[in-house]
């Protein structure tokens, strides 16, 4: 069960506005959050994360509470570990696939397991500029997953990928999450790509 | 030919371009992450030594490290060390002359770095300490060694420090640019020449294989 | 008239044009620092000619000297340097001998520096400064004494080199050395703000400093450079030095 309810200062150009967001998911849930450019969508996932600092708020994830300002609690990112899957991938040019993975992980079958997901088996041992737009895409998630996070943030994960692949890849993944009980929360421009599998839905606007 | 002066360049340069490094990375790291009035003033204090001409540098190291009063005192008291008319009085001289020169392309080579990868990192449970040397540091690679063969070939050439603190000592201060600058006063210029030929070859050699060594990636420092 | 007017204006430019050539350059060594100021103001009060002095260790001058530089005169703090100059064609004539140098020993700690020999070996003696011997003949004459009295050797480690007697007073006055072999017009010096702890080398441990002096061939301005020769020989000129602690010979 996530809880989360935060006030946040966002400075967009020389305006500043207010970023309020509550919001509650089950555990295993998929939640997409929409809204217009510079609402502050990806801010919100990472003061999630613990990227980010709300004035105010409180997050509790799984009977654990991540941030309580009121009460001086707040978990660095590296307490909280929360998978995260950037827009820009921020994949690391330096490691091969395998690499990436193992940077998360010890688990070598979850690695060769996410890697056969990801259909990535020949560029196992490649960088990531040997990749294609999608692989490289499909790696990012995967490296988020690769220590089994119980919550997965992801910002706008699937705008590289045609829509064939996404739809295969997104129905591969639902199966690791449901397998897994992660809680899911995707920011996406088009929500329609999963009416099919969300719990939920969050607009937030400016 | 006495080889000393060519020798102890090459020590102090070697030394200083070490310390530097151990210095410099953690420097460049954290003022490169963010720009409060303290980073501001720092790195600015950093920059002096590029600006302020060296005899500046070499005087006001005379007075600090004056074993009659203060910290010279003190340490030539305690510890029997003195800063001025030593080789490691050179070397603090060096680390402080040289610093800019490693820490400047460090610190923008971090700057350029997406905030995203060292985010990613942290999310998978990693330290800042880990972070920077695994995931940050192999992707500044060749900013670093033109930042350690800057230092290097900065502090081959230091003069107007040296002169001021270093005493001219034969085996211990008379650098390689000491002992040009004597051989001209003294009209000894078959010496002189032979100094600045080594000098030059040198660091010829030493900076062109490392922009070769570095060619994909490589910087010029006027960038 | 209407003419005056331009008239005014060009004399008054030649005037100044021409007073403003009225400086000769005086190449002087270090030792002179303080004294070739008074010296040059007291020839510009007789002559009407000021002088620009430039100072150096002797070596670095007769270098600068022998490459071009535009000096009228140069006042050495020896004979050697002044007559290879001439040897070599970049003189007058031969040069004269205006003043002989005095050495000290000189030192900002409380030390005892009338038995200085003994106490060089001393711990408390840390750093001693000595001109380069090769382009200072004050270093040169330090050395020979050190020499003569059986030190160098055992006073070698502590020994800091300084380029010409300038830096050596900078590394006494700062405090940094413990001791330094220099010239007395230091402490003779009425500008001199710091309290000088000083003693008279023997003067039977070195050769005597005799400072030369010679008109550069190279010199745009002979006849202010003549005149500025000739006012180094006379009395108003040698009551400066002795108050500067040179001994006229």
């Known amino acids: 069960m996530i809880a ?26 998929l939640t997409v959050i929409h809204g217009p450019s510079g609402a502050g969508k990806s801010t919100f996932l990472k003061v999630i994360a613990g990227l980010m600092k709300p004035e105010q708020g409180t997050i509790i994830v799984n009977d654990q509470v991540w941030l309580d300002t009121s009460n001086n609690i707040n978990l660095s990112p590296q307490e909280r570990r929360a998978g995260f899957v950037f827009q820009n991938y921020a994949l690391f040019p330096h490691m091969t696939v395998r690499q990436q993975l193992a940077f998360a992980t010890n688990d070598t079958k979850w690695i060769d397991r996410s890697i056969a997901i990801g259909q990535l088996q020949d560029h196992a041992d490649h960088k990531p500029d040997y990749l294609s ?23 706008e994960p699937f705008s590289a990928l045609d829509q064939t692949t996404k ?40 | 030919m006495d080889w000393s002066p060519i020798w102890l360049s090459v020590k102090l340069a070697s030394i200083t371009t070490l310390l530097l490094l151990l210095i410099g990375l953690p420097l460049a790291y954290w003022l490169s992450k963010g720009r409060s009035v303290i980073r501001l003033v720092l790195e600015a204090l950093i920059t002096m030594p590029l600006v302020l001409p060296p005899s500046v540098l070499g005087f006001y190291l005379l007075l600090a490290f004056s074993p009659q009063h203060g910290v010279g005192k003190w340490l030539h008291d305690t510890f029997n060390i003195q800063l001025v008319f030593s080789f490691p009085g050179l070397i603090l001289a060096s680390v402080i002359y040289s610093l800019p020169f490693m820490v400047g392309p460090i610190k923008s080579a971090l700057q350029q770095l997406p905030a995203s990868w060292a985010q990613a990192s942290y999310t998978m449970g990693k330290s800042e300490q880990e972070t920077f040397l695994k995931v940050l540091l192999p992707n500044i690679r060749s900013s670093v060694f033109t930042a350690m063969v800057m230092t290097f070939a900065h502090t081959i050439g230091e003069f107007g420090v040296v ?3 270093g005493g001219n000592i034969p085996g211990q201060t008379k650098v390689a640019s000491i002992a040009i600058y004597d051989a001209v006063e003294g009209m000894d210029y078959g010496t002189a020449n032979n100094y600045s030929l080594l000098l030059f070859a040198f660091t010829f050699v030493i900076v062109t294989t490392a922009f070769i060594f570095n060619r994909n990636k490589a910087k010029s420092p006027l960038e | 008239m209407k003419s005056i007017k331009p008239i005014l204006t060009i004399l008054l430019l030649a005037l100044s044009v021409s007073t403003h050539a009225q400086t000769i350059k005086v190449a002087a060594a270090a030792n002179l620092q303080s004294v070739i100021k008074v010296l040059g103001d007291d020839f510009k009060k007789r002559s009407g000619v000021g002088i620009e002095p430039i100072t150096g260790s002797s070596g670095k001058l007769v270098a600068q000297i022998s490459n071009g530089a535009p000096y009228d005169v140069f006042l050495s703090a020896d004979m050697e340097f002044p007559q290879k100059l001439a040897k070599d064609g970049f003189a007058e004539s031969q040069p004269v001998v205006y003043a002989l140098g005095s050495l000290i020993i000189c030192s900002t700690e409380n030390l005892n520096l009338k038995k200085w020999p003994q106490l060089l070996n001393n711990d408390q003696v840390n750093k001693i400064a000595i001109a380069n011997a090769a382009i200072a ?18 006073v070698k480690p502590k020994l800091v080199y300084g380029e010409s007697i300038s830096q050596v007073n900078t590394y006494i006055t ?68 002795k108050k500067y602690g040179y001994i006229i010979p």
């Open chain 1, 167 to 206: 739809v295969g890849l997104i129905a591969d993944f639902k199966v690791l999450w449901n397998e897994l009980l992660t809680t899911v929360i995707i920011v996406s421009h088009y929500p329609q790509e999963l009416a099919g599998i969300a719990t939920q839905e969050l607009y937030i606007g400016a």
């Open chain 1, 133 to 155: 737009g999608g692989q490289q895409q499909r790696l990012a998630i995967l490296r988020a997953m690769a220590n089994k996070p119980s919550l997965l943030l992801m910002d």
């Open chain 1, 4 to 29: 989360i309810d935060i006030h946040k200062k966002l400075k967009v150009g020389a305006r500043e506005t207010d970023l309020n967001v509550k919001l509650q998911a089950d555990k295993g849930s």
């Open chain 2, 163 to 165: 002169l001021m603190i």
């Open chain 3, 137 to 154: 003949p004050y270093g040169r004459a330090a050395q020979e004494s050190l020499a003569k009295l059986d030190l160098l050797d055992k």
């Open chain 3, 174 to 241: 700062t405090g940094v050395v413990s001791v330094g072999f220099t010239t007395q017009s230091l402490v003779n010096d009425p500008a001199n703000q710091t309290k000088l702890n000083w003693a008279l080398v023997d003067p039977k441990t070195y050769s005597p400093i005799e400072q030369g002096m010679v008109v550069l061939k190279n010199s745009a301005n002979k006849a202010d450079a003549q005149k500025f020769y000739a006012y180094m020989s006379s009395a108003s000129a040698k009551s400066i030095l």
